[in-house]
């Protein structure tokens, strides 16, 4: 399957923006999707996750209550909605694909196959 992010941006601190991930290729209800993010100098790190079927998601602490995660499998795509955004939540964020016959999510970036190829998102404080 192959992944197209989009959707970044530079916004000012509180403001919000809406990530979307569109997947080709495959059958997009059979894979579980995430989000993570890499900020300058830093690992990437686990932002978002959802099942197959949406019905399972999962966040990182630091994110919980301002960003949610979303999917729409009829038009194959998974969104990442971003509120009351940080300067810290500055990264480049990129959108990822795990093919599994499971429910649940993934929150380790070794478990996930596919990777798109980022989009940056710039908070100004």
């Known amino acids: 399957v192959q992944l197209q992010a989009s959707g970044g941006g530079l916004v000012e601190a509180g403001g919000s923006l809406r990530l979307s991930c569109a997947a080709s290729?495959?059958?997009?209800?059979?894979?579980?999707m995430g989000w993570f993010r890499q900020a300058p100098g830093k690992e990437r790190e686990f932002v978002a996750a959802?099942?197959?079927?949406?019905?399972?998601?999962y966040y990182i602490q630091s994110v919980r209550g301002r960003f949610t995660i979303a999917r729409d499998n009829a038009r194959n795509t998974v969104y990442l909605q971003m509120n009351s955004l940080k300067p810290e939540d500055t990264a480049v964020y990129y959108c990822?694909?795990?093919?599994?016959?499971?429910?649940?999510?993934?929150?380790?970036?070794?478990?996930?196959?596919?990777w798109g190829q980022g989009t940056l998102v710039t908070v100004s404080s």
């Open positions: 290729g495959g059958t997009f209800s059979d894979y579980a």
């Open positions: 959802i099942s197959r079927d949406g019905t399972d998601i």
């Open positions: 990822a694909a795990r093919e599994t016959r499971y429910s649940g999510t993934y929150v380790n970036r070794s478990q996930y196959d596919y």
